[in-house]
């Protein structure tokens, strides 16, 4: 007999003990309601467990999870994107109906449209799971991320949590190593990356940030009032970026990957999105999991589970607690921003930011005891709405249809029935993803599934029944069944007063004007980084320099270069003289090169790469944020003599002037300019032309040469 073979067989006999006791006490009288303990990862790919197909990673906790429980095969994220799936889960209502439709703030990208408006912050007006919870009772806490808005007023203790702990406003954490960004103070208020806040106290060198969360987690069980049920929402930073994992972990991974003859992420075979991107971007997906750190920190996550289950069958509560565990969005699975590449969310398409199912579909488990028959295994589709009515059916509270408008309570799955929950599920994007993907909506009826993108006003349909990789298009094929979904799906937009695409004013066609020399009306041109290195840099212009508008007669104004690695177009600079555009920017975090394009018209571009080398140069690990200047130069000169003068100023000829910042394994020596800690900014001076900055000179005088390449035209 197998190992799985015996372990369906315990819980098979203990969900029948189960349901003879709970027969028994029914005549006994009323017991305290369950508790509730939902487990929300953060960015976890639908094939990223062990019991999804996942030949890499490891995760033999919420394997054993599944198998006291039932498990999902299509469980959906009520969004790709985090906040908005987080706002679902608590509320029972979709993204759109609550208009958080993007990862809160959103990143404003704009292309041939402007993009939704949003909500960045969960509204107070919003009823939760945990307010209706407390109001029966129930102790309730929030352990982990929050990411639903910015200042206290929007904390989770504003909505029914009694207690919060590491949630603020950010949607990753500075670090998943204590003291979790706290020598970083001022990312406070940052939006991505700020410090978790209230667990630097009692936390040491080496302690990983999931550990901390979950100890926090059972702490508070442990300290419970026996006499409430709890809501213990516990939504894990994990495996969100930053890639951080326990070194030894990451070895051993490693050493897996070379057992099994893995190339490195880096290396690995990716596919590439066509032009679906719709205006945002291409982006190359990865195809098989083999990013060791990545595995690292899924087995932390799992150990963490592992570690939460055990204090429930020790402190002997097992049988009294729901637990359902799911994620918020697709896995990461793009070569992003120059980063190596995280996950593969195969078979499934596209990943994180994408409404394909590689960004929606999540793993899903719950585990019921007495309801759930150990080791089953649902088909139906069902989304993350669907907790909250859930909650409150298993809890034996009144439903709430009135709050919970778009969930429906999933215990008839629970109790093996087969019947859909959902007629229909949609998703809606209107925005410009920093993960590739352009604005969009989706529907699934049934097993069809139609994909609608606004740019170009086309759809794209599939049979999920036969394609769940989604990888031919039926609209062509099935005309009568696209118009039906595409109808149905504006009709659903309309009922919940979807935020939609918004147009740009007329005057936003106009050509990019500029003269001959700088004066008498020059064009006031601002650069932007679009999210992603291969979709390249966008630009808004201005005839005043005050109200900038966007260009939007081409989805890429400048495409970035095809140098591989070194193919990221970030922190633009621009400056235009003469009637030519001189642009700079960052082509890697990882390398010292920079990249130098120039263009007459914002749309022919020549472009270069540089590398940064000679004396002083041989510690820099990468560049960044090189800016581009074109000054005038004041000279000053006095006279001589025992009475000081007026001083007497006159103007030089204009110069450029470039400046880069690096960073070094070490701090530069003394006399270095701009140092913080372990970054220093090199400046550069020439009075005649861009071509002639071939010399960096640091405050200490040292010289530094770029190389001079043979491509393109100086």
Known sequence: MTNDSHSIMKHTLAFFLTLLASVSASAAGPKQKPNVVVILADDLGWADLSCYGSTFH?????????????????????????????????????????????????????????????????????????????????????????????????????????????????????????????????????????????????????????????????????????????????????????????????????????????????????????????????????????????????????????????????????ESTLVLFTSDNGGLNQHNFGRTPVTSNAPLRAGKGWLYEGGVREPLIVRLPGVTKPGSVCDQPIVATDVSPTVLEVCGLPVRPDLHLDGKSILPLLKGGTEPIHESIQWHFPHYGNTGSGPCSSIRVG?????????????????????????????????????????????????????????????????????????GGAVFVLPYFQGNGESGVYFAWSRDGLKFESLNDAEVMFPAPDWGEESLTRDPSIVYRNGVFHMVWSTSWKSRTFGYARSTDLRDWTARKIEIWGADTEGIRNTWSPELHWDAVRRSSSSSGARPRRRKSRMATAAWTLTISTTAPTPPGPGTSRVSRNRSCFSALTRSSVSSILTLLTTTGTPLAMSKTTAGSW
């Open 58 to 318: 490891e995760t033999p906790h919420l394997d054993e999870l599944a198998r006291e429980g039932m498990r999902f095969t299509q469980g959906y994220a009520a969004h790709s994107y985090c906040s908005p799936t987080r706002a679902a889960l608590l509320t029972g209502r979709d993204p759109a109906r609550l208009k958080i439709t993007d990862y809160i703030p959103s990143n404003k990208k704009t292309g041939k449209y402007l993009p939704g408006v949003i909500n960045k912050e969960l509204p107070l007006a919003e009823v939760t799971l945990a307010e209706i919870l407390r109001e029966h009772g129930f102790a309730t806490w929030h352990v982990g991320k929050w990411h639903l808005g910015h200042g206290e007023a929007f904390l989770p203790e504003r909505q029914g949590f009694d207690i919060n702990i590491a949630g603020n406003q950010s949607g990753a954490p500075a670090s998943f190593f204590w003291p979790y960004g706290h020598d970083i103070p001022k990312r406070k208020n940052a939006y991505h990356g700020a410090p978790v806040p209230g667990l630097v106290e009692g936390g040491k060198k080496g302690e990983h940030l999931c550990d901390r969360i979950t100890r926090e987690a059972i702490g508070l069980i442990e300290k419970r009032d026996p006499s409430k049920p709890f809501f213990l929402y516990l939504p894990f930073y994990d495996v969100h970026t930053p890639i951080q994992a326990k070194p030894d972990l990451i070895e051993k991974y490693k050493a897996k990957a070379k057992r099994k003859n893995l190339p490195t992420p880096d290396e690995a075979k990716r596919v590439r999105e066509g032009d679906t991107a719709q205006g945002s971007g291409l982006r190359d997906h990865l195809v098989f999991q083999c990013n060791p750190t990545y595995a690292a920190m899924v087995e932390t996550m799992d150990d963490n589970v592992g570690r939460l289950m055990a204090a429930l069958d020790r402190l002997e509560l097992t």
């Open 447 to 519: 097993d069809w599934k139609l994909i609608e993108w606004f740019e170009n006003d086309t759809v794209e349909l599939f049979d999920l029944a036969t394609d769940m990789g989604e990888t031919t298009d039926l609209a062509a094929k099935h005309p009568d069944k696209a118009a039906e979904l595409k109808k149905r799906l504006a009709a659903w937009r309309e009922d919940v007063d979807a935020s939609m695409l918004r147009p740009r004013s007329a005057d936003t066609k106009a050509k990019v004007r500029h003269d001959s020399t700088t004066s």
